[in-house]
């Protein structure tokens, strides 16, 4: 309940008497529970970020041991990127992402349960470049970790210009370029993905074969 009133009405707007009665609970058990009205929303806001990392993490981590050639990884690593950019439902989680980091500012606790969160995220991410970097799709100098961090970031951070880069396909057609670099992948992508991505034509990029 309170996780919904959170999406709907946001911290400062959530009445804890409205959670109580929609979920038919005393003012009793909360204390019992939670032992503050912030505690619950604190709670709250952490499960509603681990659940916004979980529905990214199973979207974004697959298919990564399954690649057999370079271009496969290199393309499938322009593909996330244009899903981050163009998927309105990944558009939503960042700015929920955002809102709740920026809500994070003001509670230590919840900020020291989202560094835990995140920490479990570029684990997961970096993960999948070691599996890359194992099969010589990713060069050795690319410190795993620090690559999901900044990776991460560089994606999240799209929420908070977007308002004013009114056309995302921009940022995409640096983003796209940038990350290939940091992972030491040679600049090549399928024609179509090149096509689709806007960057047919751009002279960082070698032809790619069939």
């Known amino acids: 309940m309170a996780i919904r009133h959170l999406d709907q009405f946001g911290i400062s707007g959530v009445k804890i ?15 019992h529970f939670f032992g503050s009205k912030e505690e619950l929303i604190i709670a709250a806001e952490d499960e509603r970020y681990l659940q916004l990392l979980l529905s990214e993490q199973e979207s974004v981590l697959s298919d990564v041991e399954d690649f057999s050639e370079i271009k496969e990884f290199a393309a499938w690593i322009a593909g996330q990127l244009m899903r981050m950019a163009r998927d309105e439902r990944v558009v939503e989680i960042r700015k929920a992402r955002i809102k709740i980091t920026g809500n994070a500012l003001h509670h230590p606790q919840l900020m020291s349960s989202l560094i835990t969160r995140q920490r479990m995220m570029f684990e ?11 099969k010589g ?25 977007e308002m004013t880069l009114d056309d995302r396909d921009r940022w995409l057609r640096q983003a796209i370029p940038a990350t290939l670099c940091v992972l030491g ?8 993905i090149l096509h689709d991505c806007g960057l047919a034509g751009d002279p960082r990029f070698s032809p790619q074969e069939r």
């Open 185 to 192: 992948i040679p600049m090549r992508l399928p024609p179509e």
């Open 124 to 134: 997961a991410i970096g993960s999948a470049i070691g599996i890359a970097k194992s």
């Open 17 to 31: 008497e409205s959670v109580l009665r929609e979920a038919k609970a005393s003012t009793g058990s909360l204390y």
């Open 137 to 161: 799709f990713v060069a050795d100098f690319v410190d795993e970790f620090a690559f999901a961090a900044w990776f991460h970031g560089m994606a999240l951070g799209l929420g908070a210009i």
